[in-house]
């Protein structure tokens, strides 16, 4: 990923943040065919350190658990907010009119080699974890001892676990840190009345970056 110095977020715990806010993530392999693509939404664990393990399942169905090169990391990319950037809330558009649009994101990639676990405990901790987290934050979490244990039964055995242990973690903040504070100002007032999908949370990550440049 093609990352300039003033983009780059070295920070672990501000990756691990990201990750574990936007958990699906865009896992690609190299396979027989090619390159493949799978939307999987990953569990990251803190150990082992420095960057921690991620884990997922897929249907027994999918290749993906058969068909990758052993010997090659397999990347998955996490998705953090993104939004376009119009010039027109630039201030210096109406000094020197030089000024293009842009699109600002946040992305996380994390690379590993691939271990397939095809063990029905294994599984069925995986998917309580995965249920755990991302029920937190509901009034009335559901839990998979909520279903009946025969029906999750045969579930799990139709779906195979795998995990990664991240041995490559690397982090882009596009966010406008490149502009003067004029023009990130304008970007979170641009931002605030947009209403443009991820706007609020870019506005923030504009904000914070104008704060504490890199």
């Known amino acids: 990923m093609y990352t300039p110095k003033h983009?780059?977020?070295p920070r672990i715990?501000?990756?691990h943040?990201?990750?574990r806010a936007r958990p699906l993530a865009t896992l690609v392999t190299l396979t027989s065919h090619g390159l493949e693509a799978n939307h999987i939404p990953l569990?990251?664990?803190?150990?082992?350190?420095p960057f921690g393990t991620l884990r997922g399942h897929v249907a027994r169905a999918n290749p993906l658990w058969r068909d990758f090169a052993k010997d090659t990391e397999v990347l998955a990319i996490f998705h953090g907010p993104d939004s376009y950037i119009?010039?027109?809330?630039?201030?210096?558009?109406k000094e020197t009119g030089k000024v293009v649009p842009t699109w600002n994101y946040a992305v996380v990639h994390a690379c590993g080699m691939l271990r397939v676990i095809d063990d029905a405990a294994w599984v069925r901790a995986q998917l309580e974890a995965l249920t755990a987290h991302n029920e937190a934050g509901l009034a009335r979490p559901w839990a998979v001892s909520d279903a009946p244990h025969e029906y999750t039964e045969k579930l799990i055995g139709s779906i195979v676990g795998f995990e990664i242990v991240i041995t490559k973690l690397s982090g882009k903040w596009k966010v406008s840190q490149n502009q003067p504070a004029q023009n990130q100002a304008?970007?979170?007032e641009g931002l605030g009345s947009s209403g443009l999908r991820d706007a609020a949370e870019m506005?923030?990550?504009v904000a914070a970056g104008a704060k504490n440049p890199r």
């Open 203 to 205: 506005a923030a990550l």
């Open 13 to 15: 715990e501000v990756m």
């Open 86 to 93: 119009t010039p027109s809330w630039y201030a210096t558009k």
């Open 17 to 19: 943040e990201l990750m």
């Open 186 to 188: 304008g970007i979170v």
């Open 43 to 49: 569990h990251l664990i803190d150990q082992p350190a």
């Open 7 to 9: 983009f780059e977020e």
